[in-house]
């Protein structure tokens, strides 16, 4: 396990030595959005009763934090290990595609969680959240961390330049993460795009995660759930997948 343990220590490593832009601004950015949204809408929008906006709000932008953070640390480290030459030092040791998968995996995981932990204890300034069911919280953190892991993984395996890779971020993640129900409950929008919220995999982490602090939620958590880990299982398998045939790193 050496060769695992030092990859995911350089990984932990490469985000830590530069931890006021890697941690630091994402939690001020989420917490701009928190400021905002709570200050014009926490008088006159009451999601679910007894639930007060800003009680609501956190929970999604909690879960877009670690989503987009846990995305953004394997697909930026592996963008640039391939345009600067140094993923050739990863390759050439006897490391298994699988310690490679699983040390890019949960280096990205610690990278989401630690920005996700930084916004809810932010949070905790402007109002009190209640934690009804921790172990949902728990599950569904770790579950939609590592399925953003893997697609950050992917996007950086198949991306050569920058531009590509901000090309998904902004075209594919981010539409992804903030028509999630983030902002809002699926049940305030019109039929048809109640309808289109089902399609979007983000909306049952972030429903099933809110379902951990407030106890309600848009949809069961066991159907979040099952959706939620066959799309982790199907994303996992790819990215082995890519990693064990080398596609466009040893090529």
Request: contains cysteine; charged residues 10%.
């Amino acid at each position: 396990m050496t060769g695992f343990l030092t990859l995911f220590r350089k990984e932990v490593l490469r985000f830590w030595k530069v931890l006021m832009q890697t941690v630091a601004a994402p939690i001020l950015t989420t917490l701009l959005y928190l400021l905002i949204f709570s200050h014009v809408l926490e008088a006159h929008v009451q999601v679910y009763p007894g639930v007060a906006y800003t009680s609501f709000l956190i929970p999604g932008l909690v879960m877009m934090a670690i989503l987009q953070n846990a995305f953004a640390n394997g697909s930026s480290s592996l963008i640039q290990s391939k345009i600067s030459g140094n993923i050739v030092f990863f390759l050439l040791p006897p490391l298994s595609y699988l310690e490679f998968f699983l040390a890019y995996l949960l280096a990205a995981m610690v990278r989401g969680l630690l920005v996700g932990v930084g916004v809810a204890l932010s949070g905790l300034l402007f109002t009190d959240l209640t934690l009804l069911h921790p172990l949902w919280i728990v599950i569904f953190a770790l579950a939609s961390s590592a399925l953003f892991g893997c697609l950050g993984i992917i996007a950086g395996i198949w991306a050569e330049k920058f531009d590509q890779l901000a090309g998904v971020q902004n075209f594919v993640i981010m539409p992804l993460t903030f028509l999630s129900g983030v902002f809002y409950s699926i049940h305030s929008l019109p039929a048809i795009w109640q309808a289109v919220s089902h399609y979007n995999p983000v909306f049952y982490m972030i429903d099933g995660f809110r379902y951990g602090f407030h106890g309600v939620s848009d949809v069961d958590p066991w159907r979040s759930l099952a959706v939620l880990l066959p799309c982790l299982i199907v994303l996992s398998g790819l990215t082995l997948q890519l990693l064990r045939s080398g596609y466009k790193l040893r090529h």
